[in-house]
């Protein structure tokens, strides 16, 4: 999505940024803009959504059909997860509640970052890592042998 300009209310008119304590507004045509580009994204996210639905039936067909499927068992493990299991997350270590964690693979994205886990038991990302976060998180992963 692009950029709204935003603009403050004072004696003088507008002025391009914020300002605290001011009225702050933006353009009509960018909010427009903005709206029309978040609705297209909506429709794609949709469409993908239906789309999804609609090949896991397809799985579920397969599956479910005489002699089934020489891909019974991963086809299972695809449509129906554990429930409360966040897939794995290549080079993440988790701290010995399981509450918290760190990345320390560099090939992963989100390295160096800290991570909570939500009560639904996905990942949220934090922060980045001090430096003795790190170092701690590389011992108990020897430790523990998380990698």
């Known amino acids: 999505m692009s950029d709204v300009k ?7 008119g507008l002025v391009e940024g914020q ?3 001011r009225i702050n507004v933006v353009l009509g045509a960018d909010h427009d803009r903005v709206t029309a580009e978040r609705d297209a994204l909506q429709q794609r996210l949709t469409a993908a959504d239906e789309r999804a639905d609609v090949l896991e039936g397809l799985l579920r067909d397969i599956n479910d059909a005489p002699g089934g499927s ?11 997860p554990a429930p ?3 897939d794995r997350i290549n080079g993440m270590i988790e701290t010995v509640g399981g509450e918290y964690a760190v990345i320390i693979d560099r090939a992963n994205s989100h390295y160096g ?3 909570k886990k939500h009560p639904d038991g996905q990942w949220v990302s934090g922060r980045k890592a001090t430096e003795r976060e790190m170092i701690a998180a590389r011992s108990h992963a020897q430790n523990t042998k998380q990698l």
């Open 6 to 12: 935003r603009y403050h209310v004072t004696d003088a």
């Open 19 to 21: 300002a605290l304590g």
């Open 70 to 80: 020489q891909f019974k068992k991963h086809i299972d493990a695809a449509l129906n």
């Open 84 to 86: 409360g299991e966040p």
């Open 113 to 115: 970052w800290t991570f």
